[in-house]
C-alpha cells in the first residue's frame, strides 16, 4: 500500500492528474487485487462512511464494480438510479445535489449523459466526487483500471504501442485512456473510420489512423471500443457489415499486430460488430474479463485515496 498524497479532493477525469498520482493509484490497487482474490475480502477502512451510486444512464458493471468496491471496504453504499426517481418528477440536478448534500454522504460516484455535469454537481456538495463516466468526456476509473491491467500484464505503460479502435468520437473511454496513456510514455494510436474520429486530435498526441491493416502495424496493446449508437443522430457508418469488415477486429487482422498483442474491451461488446468471438473469447490473447477484475480493485484504490483526509482529519480532532 502507498502513503503517497493525493492532492485533490475529487476525481473527475485523468487530465490534470500527475504521472506520480497516476502510478499511485495503480500500486494501491495493486494491493486490493490481491485482497478481493483471498477468502478474506472485506476490510473496515471505510466503516461508517456513506457512498451514493447516482446513476442516470443504464449501467451494469461500473455500477456493480462501484459498489463492490464500496462494500469490500466497509462502507455503506447506496444505489440511485434517475429512473423511478425525483428527477423524473423534474428535480434539477442542483436539487438533487443539495438533497443528497444534506445526507451527509462522503463520497458520491455519478454517472451523467451530458459532459460537465459531474464537475457542476462536485462544486455542490461538500463530499468527495468521482466521476463514474460523463457524456463523451471521461471516464476515469476506467482509463485506470485499463492502465493497471496493461501494467500486469506486460509490466510497464511507458514504450508500449496502444491502438486504440473504432468510435473515438462518442468515447468517453478513449478520451481518459489519451491522456492517461500519454501521461505515462505510451504511443497512441487512434484507428477508425473519419466520421467516427473526433475533431482536435492533431492537438492529443497521437497518431491516426483510417486502414486499420496499416495502424494495427507493431502494436503492444488492441482497445476495441463501442460503436454507441445511443449518442449518434444520423448514419456514421454506411452498414454493421461493413464498419466489421474494415474496423472489426478479427484473426486475420489480429495477425497484423505482434505476436503477443492483447485484447482489450471495455464492454458491453457488439459481437460481429466491432470484435469477433474467436478473438474476445481468445484466453491467450484477450484481456476482457481481466479489465473488469481490475475494476473492483482500482474502484477500491480510488474511494481509499479520496477518503483519506475525512480519516486523517477526525483522527487529529
Not at 53 to 72: D, I, M
Not at 161 to 174: E, L, P, T, Y
Not at 257 to 262: G, H, L, S
Request: glycine content about 8%; overall charge neutral; charged content about 25%.
Amino acid at each position: 500500500m502507498t502513503d503517497a498524497p493525493f492532492p485533490h479532493r475529487h476525481l473527475l477525469g485523468i487530465q490534470g492528474l500527475a504521472p506520480s498520482e497516476i502510478t499511485s493509484l495503480l500500486d494501491l490497487a495493486e494491493g486490493y487485487v490481491e485482497q478481493n482474490r483471498s477468502s478474506d475480502k472485506r476490510k473496515n477502512l471505510l466503516r461508517g462512511r456513506t457512498v451514493i451510486n447516482l446513476f442516470y444512464e443504464n449501467s451494469t458493471r461500473t455500477r456493480t464494480s462501484f459498489e463492490l468496491a464500496g462494500k469490500r471496504l466497509g462502507a455503506d453504499v447506496i444505489n440511485m438510479q434517475s429512473a423511478g426517481s425525483s428527477v423524473q418528477k423534474g428535480e434539477t440536478l442542483i436539487d438533487t445535489a443539495m438533497t443528497l448534500n444534506a445526507m451527509h454522504l462522503d463520497v458520491l460516484v455519478v454517472r451523467h449523459p451530458d459532459s460537465g455535469a459531474v464537475k457542476l454537481l462536485s462544486e455542490k456538495v461538500n463530499c468527495a466526487v468521482i466521476n463514474g463516466g460523463d457524456g463523451s468526456h471521461e471516464h476515469p476509473t476506467q482509463a485506470l483500471l485499463d492502465a493497471l491491467t496493461i501494467r500486469r500484464r506486460k509490466g510497464k505503460l511507458s514504450g508500449l504501442n496502444v491502438a486504440i479502435c473504432g468510435d473515438v468520437r462518442h468515447s468517453r473511454v478513449a478520451r481518459s485512456n489519451i491522456y492517461l496513456l500519454n501521461a505515462m510514455g505510451a504511443h497512441v494510436r487512434l484507428i477508425g473510420p473519419r466520421t467516427l474520429l473526433p475533431s482536435g486530435l492533431d492537438r492529443m498526441g497521437v497518431e491516426v489512423f483510417h486502414d486499420m491493416r496499416k495502424g494495427l502495424a507493431d502494436v503492444d496493446v488492441i482497445m476495441m471500443l463501442r460503436i454507441q449508437n445511443e449518442r449518434m443522430s444520423g448514419n456514421f457508418i454506411p452498414s454493421i457489415r461493413e464498419y466489421f469488415h474494415f474496423f472489426g477486429l478479427d484473426r486475420e487482422k489480429l495477425g497484423i499486430a505482434k505476436p503477443d498483442a492483447v485484447i482489450m474491451h471495455p464492454g458491453p461488446m457488439n459481437r460481429g460488430v466491432e470484435i469477433d468471438s474467436d478473438v474476445a473469447d481468445d484466453v491467450e490473447r484477450s484481456l476482457i474479463r481481466s479489465q473488469v477484475e481490475m475494476g473492483v480493485a482500482v474502484r477500491m484504490a480510488c474511494l481509499d485515496m479520496l477518503t483519506r483526509d475525512l480519516i486523517r482529519s477526525e483522527g487529529a480532532a
